[in-house]
């Protein structure tokens, strides 16, 4: 196995659990897109040896195909997550004209409720929130 | 037999392909019903099958072979689960079709139904794991779409919790598929037992945790359940029917699943304590709300709970007390969803500030919500309590005295929340004032039609839980004899 492989993995899944972990839309879409890669680069990296093509004719040592065609699915799916997390982002922007997500209502008010230190609840709140 | 058993998924499939091209909603209407229910015969004929025989049902997909093929594989659990599913599915979408909410009437609400009830049963039906991966994904995509079809304020808000939740459990799913593959060399589940028990405890482990995160996210269990109750209450009542009764127990399959067939016996007692962690904050999480789609979100993850609690015990009667578990609370859940539904169109909210008196409106539409929250409960004689007693007894055999006290006191707290309900919106005067002397069931007569079939449904597990409980013990024996299904898909 490739240890820059393992590096370059090892960024995108840190890069891309930052990415989510923030309020904005657009940043969390970015996060779905790189820690996709990030486990499409791991699934490669880790599932199969470097060696020539598996073409039907080739000779020699063969690297296995099975992680290819599991990469190749996994990338469509990514594929079609992101742009649905796009397509959300797009409506939640045309609906209230920022990015970020809220937080849930039913949330807000059981924190109201809570009204002798509703001000620092609130607060750590929206830590609570944040996906 | 094998060809029935691929029309199970093939079928939704096509009709979501040409319910897209044919929009008129007739059209759409028929092809959904036409689709769902050839394919829940199909499913039946399986299951009949299953119930008097030993033998698995194996298709492999173009007839490669081994463990190069897409496998679909039907044992008991498997085939009950698929038919369960899809008589849910389809009585819900008359449901829906009375209901009309503007998701139901965009033109791609049946197409998407049609496409989550392939998912569903693909993922009871994977023979891999990363064929169970792409299940969830047709799925998850699907739900997706369902809970943000009408595109308001509060469901992009709970929609993006929603996927972004489903999001990360999908990453930690593909991973860990990547890495067992990288550790084992094959996805196929029939190779599986053999390999992953020849890897280093540590390795193994890690891989069983990873799964058990993916598959906690998916069935809503402690820690990770706080999106549910977030999420659900904002789709429509049908659309949330739907998922409270299914998408939480196709997690749940998945983890009675990996802990039978991949990893027998391993990391047990962490399951329990989970299960046990579950019940609890699951109700109480429901005790501090006064929404009723709030409270029921918090009581299907308190009903994890048991059933997490019943498969971490282990052991035949165990798992048979958790497969019996998961067949009741299919349409007791979905039941109570659909009630809910009706409340809400009927009076416009579902928070018992706004309603009351329904009992004195329509005592039959009281009993269609009496009976299943008794059920959810645990009163005898309904299914509720077989499923509530044969957990704990599960548990008191194996000697595990305080998951066991904790399953009686949520049992109990259960029954209290049922209560406040039951007082907040049926008792009282009739509320809101201008509904006197209407009647709910004619007003709303295919809603209420296709939610007194669900209660029947349960009711009628109650009646035949002799059977289906000698069933379940099959289905039990069977999933774990791990050795049996090895031989019977590789063959």
């Not at chain 1, 196995?1 to 940043?27: D, K, N, Q, W």
């Not at chain 2, 497969?323 to 579902?350: A, M, N, Q, W």
């Amino acid at each position: 196995m490739s240890f820059s492989l393992l590096i370059l993995t090892g960024v995108l899944f840190a890069a891309g659990s930052y990415l989510l972990m923030e309020r904005s839309l657009t940043r969390i879409a970015l996060g779905v897109g790189v820690l996709g890669n990030g486990v499409n680069v791991l699934i490669v990296a880790a599932g199969s040896s470097p060696a020539e093509a598996p073409i039907i004719g080739r000779v020699g040592e063969l690297t296995d195909p099975l992680p290819q065609a599991l990469v190749l699915t996994a990338i469509v799916i990514g594929f079609a997550l992101l742009s649905f997390v796009l397509a959300l982002a797009w409506r939640n922007w045309t609906i209230t004209e920022n990015d970020e997500v809220e937080d849930d209502v039913e949330d807000r008010l059981i924190t109201r409720r809570d009204s002798s230190s509703a001000k620092s609840t609130d607060e750590r709140h929206r830590e609570d929130v944040s996906p | 037999m094998t060809t029935l058993l691929s029309l199970v998924v093939l079928l939704p499939l096509i009709g979501a392909a040409t319910a897209l091209v044919f929009r008129p909603r007739p059209v759409q209407r028929t092809l959904s019903f036409v689709t769902l229910g050839t394919s829940l015969v199909a499913a039946t004929s399986v299951l009949v099958d299953a119930w008097s025989n030993d033998a698995m049902h194996v298709v492999r997909m173009g007839g490669w072979p081994g463990s190069f093929a897409i496998t679909f594989v039907a044992d008991r659990l498997a085939s009950v689960m698929v038919v369960i599913a899809l008589t849910v599915t389809l009585l819900v979408l008359v449901y829906s079709v009375g209901q009309k909410s503007a998701g139901e009437r965009s033109a791609f609400y049946h197409p998407v139904y049609m496409v989550m009830s392939a998912g569903i049963s693909q993922a009871f039906l994977a023979g891999d794991l990363f064929n169970l991966f792409v299940a969830f994904e047709i799925l998850l995509m699907a739900s997706y779409v369902l809970l943000t079809l009408e595109g308001s304020d509060a469901q992009i808000r709970a929609g993006t919790t929603y996927v972004v939740l489903n999001v990360i459990e999908s990453m930690v799913l593909v991973t860990a598929v990547g890495l067992i593959f990288a550790a084992t060399g094959t996805v196929s589940m029939a190779e599986l037992p053999a390999r992953l028990a020849a890897l280093p405890d540590g390795t193994r482990i890690g891989l069983q945790l990873l799964l058990l995160v993916a598959f906690g996210i998916k069935a809503a269990v402690f820690p990770l359940f706080f999106w549910l109750p977030d999420s659900y209450p904002t789709a429509p009542s049908s659309v949330s029917a739907v998922f409270a009764g299914l998408l939480t127990k196709v997690g749940v399959y998945c983890l009675i699943r990996t802990q039978t067939l991949l990893f027998p016996g391993e990391l047990n007692d962490l399951i329990v304590v989970v299960g046990a962690l579950t019940m609890a904050l699951g109700v109480l999480g429901a005790i501090s709300h006064t929404d009723m789609k709030r409270i029921l979100s918090f009581h299907i993850v308190s009903q994890i709970g048991y059933m997490v609690f019943g498969l971490g015990i282990g052991g035949t009667a165990a798992i048979a007390a958790t497969i019996f578990y998961l067949i009741h609370h299919i349409p007791v859940k979905t039941s109570l969803f659909l009630v809910e539904g009706i409340i809400e169109r009927d009076s416009g909210s579902s928070s018992f500030d706004a309603v009351s008196g329904l009992a004195r409106r329509s005592p039959a539409f009281a009993a269609m919500f009496l009976v299943p929250a008794l059920s959810l409960a645990g009163l005898p004689p309904l299914s509720g309590f077989l499923a509530k007693f044969a957990i704990v007894r599960a548990g008191v055999d194996s000697e595990q005295w305080v998951a066991v006290a904790v399953a009686l006191a949520v049992s109990l707290l259960t029954l209290v929340s049922m209560t406040k309900i039951w007082v907040g919106a049926f008792w009282g005067d009739v509320e809101p004032a201008a509904s006197v002397g209407v009647g709910i069931l004619r007003r709303h007569a295919l809603m209420s039609m296709a939610t007194a079939l669900v209660v029947v449904l349960s009711l009628a597990i109650a009646v035949g839980a002799g059977p289906l409980y000698d069933f379940a013990n099959k289905a039990a024996e069977q999933i774990l004899d791990v050795a049996g299904y090895v031989t019977a898909v590789k063959s």
